[in-house]
């Protein structure tokens, strides 16, 4: 959580001097979701994710530097800074595609998951969206294929209660989305997604339910986006009454007042966590920046599969 807080807060700085260039869609506010996810997850389960979805990335197992360096357009990027913010994926974590198509993930994510039931790898595949895409006919004919075949699929929808700019009470007569599961006979529950610990408990129970052969599940993690859609969005159609309530309860502090509560880590040992997520982003920064922007040779590359001695 730390971790993904710098790296939006080192961009944005970043950006606002005038260091270098780019374009993110911040998930700042987000972060408890993308902990209870990873630490869900095993490592060669899949993920599909959204243009929205450092934090995701990160959470996933996405090394900084390939992150960055896409954000960045720079050479060591995740895919040699071609992808953007928007196309970033990482295999060797299970990062297998980062859209920007609003409701593009879920049909991919029914893919990989009818290919891990066929090939019997007892991988689940995690698909993450948010309630605008769950408006989308790409969404409902994903859940429903998944929940026909039964397929390793958990939907993750990550309720930041505005779509692009649009509130959430404005694009659906349904108070939740997590009843829109019960269209296709499949468990549709809500977590805070503000607290790391119940994204974590009900994304483990759905993950297993998909690992065990039972089918798919949507979850719906009720957040927050502290930023606008995108970065340099000045918000207008933002109530400042609905931001300052959603920042109160920022998830990053609460959680750090949670553990020391506890007495699970001190004061003194939260700071260290966070000074070690700040100094990774800064050391990740500063390798992209000493790398160089890809080459005029990589514009033919990865576009078209070389078929030469191919079987037939």
Known sequence: MTLSRACEDRLRKGFRRGEFHGVIWPARGQEAVAAGLGTALRRDDR???????????????????????????RSVGASRGKGGTMHITCPEVGVMM?????????P?????????????????VAVTFGDGATNTGSFHEAANLAAVWDLPVVLVCQNNQFAEMTPVEATMRVERVADRAAAYGMPGIRVDGNDPVAVHNGLTAAVERARSGAGPSLVECLTFRFEGHHYGDPQRYMPEERMQQARADDPVPRFEHFLAERGVADADELARIDAASVAEIEKAVATVLASPA?????????VYADMAGAPR
């Open 108 to 124: 991919v994510g029914v893919g990989l998951a009818l290919a891990a039931k066929r090939q019997g790898s007892g991988r689940v």
């Open 294 to 302: 890809p080459s005029a040779d990589e514009v033919e590359v990865d």
């Open 98 to 106: 980062s859209t920007g198509i609003v409701g593009g993930g879920p």
């Open 47 to 73: 993920l599909v994710t959204t243009y929205r979805g450092i934090h995701d990335l990160l959470a996933k197992g996405v090394p900084p530097v390939e992150i960055l360096g896409e954000v960045l357009g």
